[in-house]
């Protein structure tokens, strides 16, 4: 799931790359300490992150130079559309929610409007990454960690093979558009401004977990 033009991203983004994938919200989800509450506001405000997350993966497709750039944008919408919000569909239906009109928090705001604010491709997909990437680290490690919790169709989801190839296209992708644009990783005069992208995104992860335990 790491290609090469993740690793200078993940060294600008450390250590809050951790506190991203280890959060409190994260351990909780995996050995099932999390309220239950907080969890299903999670779930209500994600399910409003991903309706403007998709809109920032369509508005990548409107970016990309390439029929291949545009297929591997739009295979990500589709993802996120059909796979990810059928799980937050689902547990909150079963949960009596109605996820029409949710009031998105302050800090959902922030996070989905920082991505929209966007350059070219490759400033879109550095606020992107941090998302799709990180869910998917998760969603290994917890899938290999994790015992008896209430949250396993979450762990299933993003540790499944669907979401896991998800990530390894969308790394596949970010290897791509910056190979063509900018060469190799790492080098050249973008990359300090990618890199703070990236972070910046990763800090917001954060913060939205911080939000989920705070319902």
Not at 41 to 70: C, G, N, P
Not at 128 to 137: A, D, F, I, K, T
Not at 156 to 166: I, K, L, N, S, V
Request: hydrophobic residues 45%; proline residues 5%.
């Amino acid at each position: 799931m790491m290609y090469g033009a993740t690793f200078p991203l993940l060294r600008a983004a450390a250590p809050d790359w951790h506190a991203f994938t280890h959060h409190p919200f994260v351990e909780g989800l995996k050995d099932g300490s999390l309220p239950r509450a907080a969890f299903l506001h999670y779930l209500q405000q994600d399910y409003v992150f991903l309706i403007h997350f998709s809109r920032a993966w369509a508005l990548a497709v409107t970016k990309a130079e390439t029929v291949a750039e545009m297929r591997a944008c739009a295979a990500t919408v589709h993802a996120l559309l059909v796979e990810e919000m059928r799980l937050h569909e689902g547990i909150c239906a079963e949960a009596g929610i109605d996820l029409t009109g949710v009031e998105e928090r302050i800090e959902n705001l922030a996070y989905t409007r920082y991505v929209l604010d966007s350059g070219d491709l490759l400033d879109l997909l550095a606020g992107l990454m941090p998302c799709v990437l990180g869910y998917g680290e998760i969603g290994a490690r917890m899938l290999r960690e994790a015992g008896e919790t209430p949250y396993r169709d979450w762990i299933e989801t993003y540790g499944g093979a669907e979401f896991q190839q998800t990530c390894a296209e969308a790394g596949a992708l970010l290897d791509a558009a910056t190979a063509r644009r900018i060469g190799p990783p790492g080098t050249g005069p973008r990359w300090p401004a990618l890199c703070h992208r990236f972070a910046t995104a990763t800090r917001l992860e954060v913060g939205f977990w911080d939000m989920g335990l705070r319902p």
